[in-house]
């Protein structure tokens, strides 16, 4: 035909024209909706403690992993080590590793249509689940890339090994990321054991995740676990599990009064197997169910979408991918216009659309389901990467001078940050204190958990006591102080990392 390479060189050039473009929008909108939040300066004080020498530690001195996310904690260090503060070089990261994530979540759509690109873009930016957390100082950024590449791995033949690593990675990035990584890996699991065997599966399985292996080796022998101790702050905590189902479903529930592209895009991800024949979309539907169940049992968390970016990061992908399967080159254009004029409308009427909360701040009514829009009270993008917190702000709830100044914190965050690093901090809710962690929280909470301080606790981390009041719990703490504490290799202290694996909790008084 007369011009047809021509025309389709056109076409091809215009594809891939409108992605670079999108890529571009999106970080102009990144920046227009940057933030660092306070849960983002625990891990800088434990880059920062990585920097001078300290260790992977909060407080120096005391192994404690008060951090969920390894993999972002490696990336931080090198960056923060040439002088960047921790929170500039998460800053920096984020804005690079977000936009690689939105690149790869929309380069598939180019072999169907520039519209589709364009309709994939409108998704990410009108969610401010997606938005508000491709910054804000945590590991999201690189969960988006490791979901992309994942989801990438497994789209081609070949081995076990290549996804599994993906997927290791994605679990040393954030350890509750194993409820997406398992369903996703399933199907090629389970296509590798019928065609090479179980044992050849096994081994290229085992090989894949060798870096997850690596770091809890090193955690049990550093820390004296392989889970964090957040996951006993705010886990095993006693709250009975209609408290915790409440919750999380309230938590869900306020994330898509925030959110409103929430449901819709994950309803439509969890119906597409039955809509479509699009590779990868049972698995992705299972993987979506799986974390949205994860985040009701164990409560939600107190900052609105931040739980539920993975599953809405699979639901457009899903969807994108399910819209190229199923729809005509017409579909699609009506499709990209309806969302359009969705994300249009939403914009103007919205006051929580991303892009939108500057003109809309201070207008936002307050939240009946307990959840805090942090967002919101934050350092607004012209100020955040320049900014530092003011120790002043929150006063310590109690100090004991001792053979080293011990505080008592409400937070762990941006005012603790700032703090000298021989400044031992203990916060209420137990995130960083492996005593605190292991105590009950029976009372309802979202996302942190407040413990009672043993009576005398402080006094003997300050060392100006000798014992806690309670001779039962104090044999407990002498047992935890001894695993976070003592020398890495006697072999006491290995029997109390046994003695802790088999009996974790605090005795009941």
């Known amino acids: ?220 022998a550093w820390y004296g676990t392989p889970v964090p101790n957040t996951f006993f702050a705010k886990v095993t905590t006693g709250s009975p599990l209609d408290v915790r189902v409440s919750l999380g479903v309230g938590y869900v529930l306020d994330s898509v009064r925030h959110d409103p592209l929430l449901a819709p895009v994950l309803v439509g991800a969890l119906v597409a197997p039955a809509v479509v024949r699009a590779p990868g979309t049972r698995s992705t539907a299972a993987a979506i169910s799986l974390h949205l169940l994860y985040v009701v049992l164990t409560s939600g968390d107190y900052m609105p979408g931040r739980f539920l970016f993975v599953p809405y990061v699979l639901g457009v992908a899903s969807l994108l991918e399910v819209l190229a399967a199923g729809l005509s080159e017409t579909g699609v254009r009506r499709a990209w216009i309806a969302t359009a004029l969705a994300c249009a409308t939403l914009a103007v009427v919205w006051p929580r659309i991303p892009l939108a909360m500057e003109r809309w701040r201070g207008v936002v009514a307050p939240l009946e389901l307990g959840v805090h829009d942090w967002q919101r009270d934050a350092r607004w993008p012209h100020r955040t990467w320049n900014w530092a917190p003011d120790p002043g702000i929150r006063p310590p709830l109690r100090a004991v001078e001792g053979r080293r100044r011990v505080e008592l914190r409400e937070a762990a965050g941006g005012t603790v940050y700032v703090l000298p690093p021989d400044t031992h901090v203990v916060d209420v809710f ?58 890495l290799w006697t072999r006491a202290r290995w029997a109390s990392i046994a003695r802790l694996s088999l009996a974790p909790l605090a005795p009941s008084p």
């Not at 403690?49 to 260790?55: E, Q, S």
């Not at 996302?447 to 719990?473: I, S």
Request: hydrophobic share 55%.
């Open 430 to 487: 137990a995130i960083t204190d492996p005593l605190l962690a292991r105590l009950p929280a029976p009372g309802g909470g979202r996302g942190h958990f407040e413990r009672t301080v043993p009576e005398g606790y402080l006094e003997v981390l300050a060392g100006t006591e000798d014992a806690l009041a309670d001779p039962a719990l104090d044999a407990f703490r002498v047992e935890v102080a001894r695993v976070t504490e003592g020398p």
């Open 1 to 220: 035909m007369p011009g047809g390479p021509a025309a389709s060189t056109r076409e091809t050039v215009t594809r891939w024209g409108v992605l670079a473009l999108a890529v571009a929008i999106f970080v102009v909108a990144w920046g227009a909706t940057a933030w660092v939040c306070d849960d983002g300066y625990i891990v800088f004080r434990v880059v920062r403690n990585l920097v001078d020498g300290h260790g992977p530690a909060w407080n120096p001195g005391q192994r404690v992993q008060v951090f969920t996310d390894p993999l972002w904690v490696l990336l931080l260090w090198p960056l923060a080590a040439t002088g960047l503060p921790p929170h500039q070089a998460a800053l920096g990261a984020s804005v690079v590793l977000s936009s690689l994530g939105v690149l790869g979540l929309l380069a598939p759509a180019v072999r169907t249509s520039w519209r589709l690109v364009l309709l994939g873009l409108l998704l990410l930016l009108g969610s401010r689940s997606f938005m508000h957390f491709t910054s804000s100082g945590l590991e999201t950024p690189l969960l988006l890339v490791l979901l992309v590449a994942l989801r990438a791995t497994l789209s081609q033949p070949g081995g076990l090994g290549g996804g599994t690593l993906v997927a290791a990675l994605l679990v040393l990035c954030r350890p509750d990321a194993l409820v997406v990584a398992l369903p996703l890996l399933a199907p090629r699991l389970l296509a590798r054991v019928r065609s090479v065997g179980g044992p050849r599966a096994g081994a290229e399985l085992a090989a894949g995740a060798l870096p997850l292996l690596a770091w809890c080796a090193f955690a049990i």
